[in-house]
């Protein structure tokens, strides 16, 4: 970073109908929510050009992140309300946090490493058409939905434990900051409730008042975490291992694309292709013992998403199986509905000749 470029461009000519624009941007000052404006801002110059004219881009935001920086540091005042409350919220929410405690395939290291890979899971679309329909019976996002049952399924892989922490991605633009460009997510702490033999409607209740309470609270939380002295331990992230993320990667570019193709001819080819997933499966970066990353599926589509896991804890068969056990735990919620008892919603699938099965 000291040394750059944090954004990088190639044009790649294939041949002369075959062009890839190649561009890799650094976390540090690009998040999911400013990819879209780069490559929406990309694809309307590509059709201006097409057209014959300059590029009709908008004006810059009048808020830039220079200003996103000065409102939070004057947000971390120790004696304004805002903090103080922030502070008292995160104070509760983080006592006495227990760590995730997934059987290893290999003993912990003192030091947790990066070591990673991934694979991949498919949702289909009628299993999470069906389980959507639960989540909203109880008002819930898609996110809390599917956050509320990966945190089931570890806290029953970790001996039914009665909660666990996921780690929830928090976006600090508020409506005037909307079209800034930068780095402004967070992780935030969720603390998910399966005490007291829970139906699956009580944990999605649960979850739905978490998620609002951390958004409530979740600005300036690494400064509130700071001010709370918390000390890590080495050999895992701190706050929590494992995260949920549901990425919005709907770039609104179809009528664009249609439009460009309507002046190059129906025989050109135009499409987008956005990822922050390592090309490679088997190397990847961890930041966590495991997480978890949706897209939000096209209607009618299924859902994608990878899980990336830390090599140096888990085996690709040990991940495999709790993939398969997700798919399998949001089919049964998305068929048994928010009465049934999470401790009664399945991990395998009983197959006719009475075997059970990962699916």
Same mark, same amino acid.
């Given at each position: 970073m000291e040394e750059g470029p944090l954004i990088w461009a190639r044009l790649v000519i294939l041949s002369p109908e075959d062009v890839t624009l190649l561009l890799v941007v650094h976390h540090a000052i690009c998040d999911a929510h400013s990819c879209k404006s780069i490559v929406s801002e990309i694809m309307t110059a590509y059709s201006d050009r097409i057209e014959g004219r300059e590029p009709s881009l908008e004006p810059r935001a009048v808020i830039q992140y220079s200003d996103y920086s000065v409102a939070q540091r004057k947000w971390l005042d120790p004696n304004g309300e805002r903090f103080v409350n922030? *502070?008292?919220? !995160?104070? %509760? +929410?983080?006592? &006495?946090l227990k760590p995730i405690d997934l059987p290893l395939d290999r003993p912990r290291a003192p030091v947790l490493s990066n070591k990673g890979a991934i694979i991949h899971v498919t949702i289909p679309f009628d299993v999470? &058409?069906?389980? #959507?329909?639960?989540?909203?019976?109880?008002?819930?996002?898609?996110?809390?939905?599917?956050?509320?049952? !990966?945190?089931?399924? *570890?806290? #029953?892989?970790?001996? %039914?434990a009665s909660e666990i922490v996921v780690g929830m991605p928090f976006n600090s633009r508020n409506h005037k900051m909307y079209e800034m460009q930068g780095d402004v997510i967070n992780?935030?702490?969720l603390r998910l409730d399966f005490s007291g033999d829970p139906t699956f409607g009580n944990v999605l209740e649960r979850t739905n008042k978490d998620v609002q309470d951390a958004i409530k609270y979740g600005d300036g939380f690494a400064g509130v975490v700071m001010r709370l002295g918390i000390v890590p331990d080495p050999s895992r992230t701190p706050l929590f291992d /494992?995260?949920?993320?549901?990425? &919005?990667? +709907?770039?609104s570019t179809d009528s664009m694309k249609a439009n460009i193709l309507s002046k190059v001819g129906t025989a050109a080819e135009v499409d987008v292709i956005s990822t922050g997933h390592p090309l490679m499966d088997d190397v990847a970066r961890s930041n966590f013992e495991i997480s978890c990353e949706f897209s939000t599926p096209d209607p009618g589509s299924d859902m994608e998403g990878v899980i990336t896991y830390n090599t140096d804890l888990f085996d690709k068969d040990s991940i495999q199986k709790i993939a398969d056990s997700y798919v399998t735990l949001l089919h049964e919620a998305g068929r048994l509905?928010? /009465?049934?008892?999470v401790r009664d919603l399945p991990l395998l699938t009983t197959k006719p000749d009475s075997t059970m099965t990962a699916v």
């Open positions: 922030s *502070l008292m919220y !995160w104070k %509760d +929410q983080l006592a &006495d999470i &058409d069906a389980v #959507r329909k639960v989540f909203h019976a109880k008002s819930c996002t898609l996110f809390m939905g599917i956050s509320s049952l !990966w945190g089931l399924l *570890l806290a #029953r892989h970790s001996g %039914d992780l935030l702490p /494992t995260v949920m993320i549901l990425q &919005d990667n +709907q770039v509905g928010v /009465t049934s008892k």
